[in-house]
């Protein structure tokens, strides 16, 4: 329903970023994926089969980190644009990458996974950019086995929060959408039908010599998908004011590189093995209680 949608994305504008071809993964999402994988280390549930989610905008470099971390394990690599991934790990992979993926490339490169089938979900800087987490966390926990578990990191709503107050002095819609709080990401795992989910979050501060710097990184982050946006294109005059107010408000005041605030979440929660539910009426021979009562007052040793 769409009172279940985040109320500060467009679904039209995610599905449009969606489909458009990633040709390289942006080097923030490849640092992302080296910290998230580090944190491999503190699970030891076993894993045969994962799947990765549009590893070609989550990153090909963290693919392979995983990949080393569970050598003997079968990667899956899920995407809505299989074509424009395959592309992306041609251009972009190492060459024994290469290699590989085009071995695999008829069996590992899905759509969706087999069903109750992977102990592990990877999923890299991709929640926060969906209109419809809520099935985005549903298909994690459909490909999932029990006791499977998801990692995934995304943005948090401290990302640009020196871009955002500059548009809100300068009297412009918002930059970009607001990202989801790490509690809430919490609850609706929860919601999802995933158990124990573990959250943490910490802020980059990234520098930029020139706003004409930044502003090409932010375009290689992603789209403003606030459903509030600029309706249309900017002239150069708006350009030229932008960039002359990243200059003026985003330098520390002894001067230096810009300066703009990321804030990473990074979560993972188990797929719980199911539970039985009671049946409204329940029947219990007596014998069997006898039984069990028998056993309650028995003393210890005794036969």
Same mark, same amino acid.
């Given at each position: ?10 679904? /039209?504008?995610?599905?449009? %970023? ?9 080097? !923030? ?20 089969? %994962? ?27 899920? /995407? ?15 060459? %024994? %990458?290469?290699?590989?993926? *085009?071995?695999?490339?008829? *069996? ?36 999932? /086995? ?6 995934? /990191? ?9 871009? *955002? ?23 609706? !795992? ?114």
């Amino acid at each position: 329903m769409a009172t279940d949608l985040p109320p500060t994305i467009d679904p /039209s504008a995610a599905r449009r %970023w969606a489909a458009r071809p990633h040709a390289r993964t942006p080097w !923030l999402h490849e640092e992302v994926a080296r910290r998230m994988a580090e944190r491999l280390a503190v699970i030891r549930l076993p894993v045969r089969r %994962w799947a990765h989610w549009e590893p070609a905008r989550s990153g090909l470099a963290g693919h392979e980190l995983v990949a080393a971390h569970y050598p003997d394990a079968e990667s899956f690599r899920v /995407s809505a644009q299989a074509g424009h991934a395959l592309s992306a790990i041609e251009k972009e992979a190492t060459p %024994w %990458w290469r290699r590989w993926a *085009r071995a695999a490339q008829a *069996r590992a490169l899905v759509a969706a996974p087999p069903e109750g089938a992977m102990q592990l979900v990877w999923a890299n800087m991709l929640a926060h950019q969906v209109a419809d987490p809520q099935a985005l966390l549903a298909d994690w926990h459909r490909v999932l /086995s029990p006791d499977g578990f998801v990692m995934f /990191s995304c943005l948090g709503p401290d990302t640009l929060r020196e871009l *955002r107050a500059l548009y809100a002095a300068e009297g412009w819609p918002p930059p970009a959408q607001a990202f989801t709080d790490m509690h809430d990401w919490g609850d609706q !795992l929860v919601a999802a039908g995933f158990a124990e989910p573990v959250m943490d979050m910490e802020h980059l501060t990234l520098t930029y010599d020139t706003p004409a710097r930044l502003l090409a990184e932010l375009r290689e982050l992603g789209r403003n998908q606030h459903p509030g946006r600029h309706a249309a294109l900017r002239a150069p005059a708006w350009r030229r004011r932008l960039e002359t107010a990243l200059d003026e408000r985003l330098r520390p005041p002894g001067g230096g590189p810009l300066r703009l605030t990321f804030e990473l979440i990074y979560g993972h929660a188990l797929k719980a093995a199911p539970r039985h539910a009671l049946a409204p009426e329940t029947a219990i021979p007596l014998t069997a209680m006898q039984d069990a009562l028998r056993q309650r007052h028995r003393k210890p040793g005794a036969p």
